[in-house]
């Protein structure tokens, strides 16, 4: 492996305690900061928030999950380290 490969679960890594952006593949959205994951990347996310995409991709909240929140790896489509849509 050369220097310059990066890992994926890496990035993961360097994200706990940062904000993440994560679509699940439903097609439900979160925001809020990565506590924690596992070899699986079943993630824990706190104080998440649930969106939708509105009008020219403004965030439009649907829910707060306050505490903890367990997503399942087997559901995560993408997750996005910085917790913002591009």
Do not use: C, Y
């Not at 990347?41 to 969106?51: G, Q, T, Y």
């Amino acid at each position: 492996m050369s220097t310059l490969e990066v890992l994926p679960l890496e990035i993961i890594d360097k994200t706990v305690g940062q904000p993440v952006w994560i679509v699940l593949q439903s097609n439900r959205e979160f925001t809020g900061t990565l506590v924690g994951f596992d070899d699986f990347v079943n993630v824990i996310v706190e104080d998440a928030l649930e969106i939708v995409g509105g009008p020219n991709l403004e965030d439009v909240p649907v829910m707060q999950h306050k505490g903890r929140m367990l997503l399942s790896g087997n559901s995560i489509a993408m997750l996005v380290p910085g917790g913002k849509r591009a």
